[in-house]
């Protein structure tokens, strides 16, 4: 119990983020620090009708991808301004999204969707884990950021802000490790 309070500790001091080479790296070394901040999808007000968009690590990837959850199911995406109606759907901790166009007043499925795991959610960032076998896909994770801060930021900088913006609620090991300190300070002076 006391390896592991310390353990915490430590890591609430570090104050670099941690290196990475790619965006699934830094996300696999991100997500395990920031994962009891994270929101719930059953919380839907996190991320219905907010404009969200796509951040990737591929030096070939310079399309500005809009994605908007709304209520009752419908899926927005805009690729540069070319728009793509869709459905999602949460079920049991999984999110379904799936494409389908309109056809003289009816819709219709087209090509597969897609399932995810919520990976990390809060009010700027909507992180998603690609679903199944995690060495099948060229990307394990699907990572959305709020438009304001994804229009200014690339993923290397989105992946420090998200970092230290978490890393400053450790405050609540470091102010433990002070009453500890403090009480231990205490009991030797007493005695």
Known sequence: ?????????????N??????????????RI??????WSEDL???GNYLGRHWIELRDDETFH??????FNEEGEYLKSTDGE????????????????????VEDSEIDEGTGQVFELAFLDREFFI?????????????YFVLVIEPIAR???????????????RNNNSFYITITFIVLLIVLIVLLLS
């Open 42 to 44: 059953r919380e839907l």
């Open 31 to 36: 997500i395990p620090l920031i994962r009891p």
């Open 152 to 166: 200014k930021v690339e993923w290397r900088e989105a992946m420090d802000f998200l970092y230290n913006k978490y």
């Open 1 to 13: 119990m006391e390896t592991k309070l310390l353990d915490r500790i430590t890591k609430s001091l």
């Open 63 to 68: 399309e500005l991808v809009l994605h908007i």
């Open 128 to 140: 998603l884990r690609r679903y199944g076998n995690p060495r099948k896909f060229e990307r394990r």
């Open 15 to 28: 104050t670099e983020p941690p290196i990475a080479n790619s965006l699934d790296e830094a996300l696999d």
């Open 83 to 102: 728009l793509t109606l869709g459905r999602w759907r949460f079920m049991v901790n999984k999110l379904f999204v799936g494409p389908r166009v309109a």
